[in-house]
């Protein structure tokens, strides 16, 4: 009896010490889990912000390659108008009572444009030239013998085309600059862009006619 007694009490020392280690090593992996799970939190939390961050940062990348894109097709239309002008007033210079001053205007402008750097300042320069060039041919309208000029004709018929085309061209440019310029204007892609770098890019404004014209050096070299 006493042999029975002595292992039953074994077998319950031993089934409690089982216990407890079990007791023991379920604790330590909720421990484990707890911690595991804060760190999940914590990198999701962390994660997101720096996803988005990246996310719109390539939105404006690529919003501002667009604006870049369609600026270069600007160019492209006002450089083909700047083509155009020489001929153009070597036509009119052909008759020697025409306007020397507007004559000298429109090419100094069409200097000014070619020089310019920025887009700000071939906006500028495009804009002038627009009104100068608008003043030539009212002028030109005073001019009978010019006006049935056929080579002065051909060169006004390419130069209303390409006048189309610079309309369409500067409309898209716009759309795509305005739309650009709203998304950095707004919270969080404008902390995103000014981190980036990325700034705003000018309209083209349109031009306000002949009556105000900017001023232009005329020290130039044809």
């Known amino acids: ?16 010490g089982l216990n407890t280690s079990c007791a023991s090593f379920c604790s330590m992996d909720n421990k484990v889990l707890v911690i ?24 404006l990348v690529n919003m501002d ?25 070597s036509v009119a210079q052909g008759y020697a009572d025409f306007e020397k001053s507007t004559l000298t205007e429109v090419t100094a402008l069409r200097s000014q444009w070619q020089n310019a750097k920025t887009v700000d300042e071939k906006v500028n320069a495009a804009n002038g030239l627009d009104g100068a060039i ?24 390419e130069l209303s085309g390409t006048e189309n085309r610079i309309s369409v061209e500067r409309m898209r440019y716009n759309d795509a ?10 919270f969080p892609a404008s902390f995103v862009a000014g ?28």
């Open 36 to 59: 595991l799970g804060v760190v999940a939190v914590l990198f999701v939390f962390a994660f997101i912000p720096l996803l988005y961050v990246w996310s719109t940062y390539n939105t």
């Open 134 to 157: 608008a003043r030539l041919l009212l002028v030109a309208e005073n001019y009978p013998n010019l006006k049935s000029d056929q080579q002065f004709l051909r060169l006004q018929d």
């Open 195 to 222: 981190i980036a770098g990325l700034g705003p890019h000018a309209y083209f404004e349109a031009s306000t006619g002949a009556e105000n014209a900017p001023k232009v050096d005329f020290n130039f070299t044809q």
């Open 177 to 186: 600059a305005r739309e650009y310029n709203a998304k950095i204007r707004t």
């Open 65 to 89: 390659e667009g604006v870049k894109a369609q600026w270069q097709q600007v160019e492209v239309v006002y450089q083909r108008r700047a083509d155009l002008i020489p001929n153009l007033v």
């Open 1 to 16: 009896m006493e042999v029975v007694a002595a292992e039953g009490e074994e077998q319950a020392a031993g089934g409690s």
